[in-house]
């Protein structure tokens, strides 16, 4: 295996800009397609609530000019990278004066938290009942079992933390119904604090884990049985290899390739499609403000969460690739095989 | 065993028990495996006996299908359902492998006995390097042993191969298809095993290099004094290779004999037929070899398995099945063409 060189990271370091650069451009460029600006439109919602308000004209004319929205065209664009790459994503229009990289700071935490623990746990736990599945010398008693475990991949994951609340947290009180730590409780590091927040998030994390563990499952559960037929585990037969260091080190290793492949797509996924679920558990989490946004029209927050997302995935892309020559070593750094 | 007839009858015991008995490292005795079918079991080996002597390179070839390397596969329990070992023993150094279970079965594989692979393209494992395949069969088998003494072993197995010591780091992708099968043979011969069992060594190599993985078997073969099934269709390399070549036909072996002796005659009338259907650059001769004619193997069938194909088939072929005899020295084929003293009968 080549080992890493400057030349690929800065390859794949230049790849990841393009793909954010032409990300950031989607997201100048979209809104302005759109007949009408978001400034006009707000201020005109807010003439309908308070039926007159005086000077609208001098006001659009101001908030255009607050927000960056006048000028022509390519300077607006060129502000806007400046701003992008200096991390400010203005300021919110339905929260004026909340930045919006406040309102992510305060809830990216949280959905990195709370939906990467998820992920990683359905990941493991998916992946594992897959290759117990496809294992012929799991007792065929546990093998019988493990498919039961999958029965909830098909309840919409939503459903599911809709049925989770309304027993757990309704009927028996046994967790909270929302919200991601308890009130009167200090945040910071101390043990209420963390116990709080276990507490919370436990049905979020599990609505998700249960749904989406039969995804991995099935996936490893193919992979595994196409490896079990490959020779190179009949001969770690021959070998009289443990049994344990087969099901590990030749048939998860070699089953593992494209799930880790997906699991990165997933991760850089995480936070938009955490949406429901933030939603549903009352979760201040990104897709939670990316809901709320939505529903009020706050264009600068809709562009900051797209932006962090676009961030997300391609930081993810980015990690993998740099990754998987080490899980793959038929996969090279170099750059004729790249 | 000459010797035996001449010592006194306390002693004849013992002798006869001698060096030829002693010497056995494989005893295998009516050996059946079948294959579950929803239409019954299909007879893949049946009632296979034969023996391997210490030092001994046994050929085993066959058409596609006849159950040698099933037979291979049984001698290394590595039988998959629907297939089992239905009867028979496989005495290995005085131990009946087909009675091994669980630990006792793992630890005395690849110590007594171990596999070169048919597929050798497909036989490492894609993401572990060269190196840490032979690794973790030495330590699963001998515990704790230090990194350096382990390199060392490593190293002067990969030599013994005629390996460059780079390969060691290697992956599997990075080696040629005869450097593969060269660390395959490497790792075999870990363990110091008394048995190789080589399935089709040379399929899917060119030429060339199968006339090197050939010497460095037979090389190998001189150093550390194992003995060897080798199974294959190639027979330019069991003309190379071997001591003694079994013919096997529809799970059965129909001919055993010395590997000059089988070249110079061939007794049975499916060993003529496979030894004329190897291509010859002389002459264009028809092949009289057809395919798809062997009997139904879930059927047990009565009289001589070959009477389909044989084109010399008398009554009795169709009544009696043939025994296992030695009709020249050490030459022994059923067949019912001949009488007990090795004369043909028409």
Redo the contacts between chains.
Sequence with gaps: MSELTLGYFLRRLGMWLLTIWIGATLIFTIPRLAPGDPITAMVERMIQQAGYIENSADLIEAWRARFGLDGPWHVQYRNYLLSMVRVDLGYSLANFPARVTDIIGRSLPWTLGMVSIATILSFCAGNLIGALMAWRRVPAAIRNILPVSLTFTSIPFFMFGILLISFLAFKWKIFPAFGNYGRGVEPGWNLDFILSVLHHGLLPVLSIVVTSMGFWALGMRGMMVTTDGEDYMILANAKGLRSRRIFWFYGIRNSMLPQVTALALNLGAVAGGSLLVELIFGYPGLGYFLYQAIISADYTVIQGIVFMLIVGVATAVLILDLLYPMIDPRITYSKGQA | MTAATTIDPVDTVTASRGPAEQDTILDIRNLQVFYATPTGDVRAVDNVSFKVQRGEIIGLVGESGCGKTTTAMAI?R?VQ?PGRIAGGEINLDSVNLADLEGDD???????KL??I???A????????RISSQIK??IR??EGRISNRELKERILQLLQLVGLPSRVYDM?P?ELSGGMKQRA?IA?AIALDPVLVIADEPTSALDVVVQRVVGETLLDVKERLGVSMIVIGHDMGLMAQLVDRLAVMYAGRIVEFAPVESIFNEQLHPYTQLLIESIPSIKEKKPLKLTEGLTHDLRTHMQGCIFQLRCPHVMDICREENPPMRALRSRHETACHLYDDDGVRLH
């Excluded at chain 2, 079965?105 to 110590?111: N, P």
């Design positions: 290394l590595l359902p079965l793992r630890e005395t594989r690849w110590t171990s596999l692979p048919q597929g393209m497909n036989s490492l494992n894609p993401v572990m973790d069969t699963t088998h992956y992708h395959c790792m």
